[in-house]
């Protein structure tokens, strides 16, 4: 750009100098020859002033254009191990910025005050920019299937969870009528046996009490059997849990030694 500058000063100034040398100064009086050379400082000025501007409008989208091409590669790379909300959200923040420089350009070109070679730069600049807006919106839907793919598998996850979570509750279901009925069974097996103890009690009970041998003794003997029999119905009890088998125990074997 510095040649460009050393160029545009050259013709200026030699514009200048042909001016001067083809009017009559003769007959130009002292503030027209000056107007004349601010005339041609501005115009020196304004094309130096332009030649910056455009040196800096295309550093600018150059250094724009690096970063989005890196950018777009390393969302490339990572496509499937970021979420795919970061994918979504990264695709964005791009298709903004090629957006703003597109912008650039179009403003650039709507001012109309760069030269033929500096035009010719912003359009292939356009030209790279939509490359890469074409770049984006692909992997933009790239990453659009991705999220399809996922929503379909996280439907049949849904429903599976859904069918695996009422196998569930009817198997806790049938696990609670299941316990249930085996309870039942249990206070109905512990009433048997005690039901079946307090009868022999009672059958020993109504048996006279003997004391000593002879005629009598069967009578004892089958009382104390009563009795014990009673003991063992009322110990099955107690395995099974009941609660009030422990003092009918006690009762039985009390009533045994009473009767031995």
């Known amino acids: 750009m510095g040649t460009i500058k050393v160029i545009i000063s050259t013709c200026l100034i030699s514009t200048f100098l042909t001016t001067c040398g083809n009017k009559d100064t003769s007959n130009m009086d002292l503030s027209e020859l000056r107007r004349e050379c601010d005339m041609l400082r501005q115009d020196r000025a304004k094309a130096l002033e332009n030649n910056v501007e455009a040196q800096e409008l295309i550093d600018n989208?150059?250094?724009?254009?690096?970063?989005?091409?890196?950018?777009?590669?390393?969302?490339?790379?990572?496509?499937?191990?970021?979420?795919?909300?970061?994918?979504?959200?990264?695709?964005?923040?791009?298709?903004?910025?090629?957006?703003?420089?597109?912008?650039?350009?179009?403003r650039a070109e709507e001012l109309d005050?760069?030269?033929?070679?500096?035009?010719?730069?912003?359009?292939?600049?356009?030209?790279?920019?939509?490359?890469?807006?074409?770049?984006?919106?692909?992997?933009?839907?790239?990453?659009?299937?991705?999220?399809?793919?996922?929503?379909?598998?996280?439907?049949?996850?849904?429903?599976?969870?859904?069918?695996?979570?009422?196998?569930?509750?009817?198997?806790?279901?049938?696990n609670a009528e299941l316990a249930d009925t085996k309870e039942k069974l249990r206070e109905s097996e512990i009433n048997s046996w005690i039901g079946m103890g307090d009868e022999l009690i009672n059958a020993a009970e109504k048996l006279p009490k003997v004391k000593g041998h002879g005629n009598m003794k069967p009578i004892k003997n089958a009382k104390l059997l009563f009795i014990m029999k009673a003991r063992n119905c009322y110990q099955k009890a107690y395995q099974l849990g009941s609660s009030v088998a422990s003092s009918k125990i006690s009762y039985a074997e009390d009533l045994y030694h009473q009767n031995y």
């Open 61 to 106: 989208i150059f250094a724009s254009i690096n970063s989005i091409s890196g950018r777009t590669a390393s969302l490339e790379q990572t496509l499937e191990e970021n979420s795919s909300f970061d994918n979504r959200q990264k695709a964005e923040e791009i298709a903004q910025d090629i957006t703003i420089i597109k912008e650039k350009l179009e």
């Open 113 to 174: 005050k760069f030269d033929k070679s500096t035009k010719m730069v912003i359009s292939k600049l356009k030209a790279t920019i939509e490359q890469k807006q074409k770049e984006i919106d692909d992997l933009k839907e790239i990453i659009k299937e991705k999220d399809e793919q996922i929503s379909k598998l996280d439907s049949q996850v849904s429903s599976l969870d859904n069918e695996l979570g009422q196998t569930n509750q009817r198997l806790r279901e049938s």
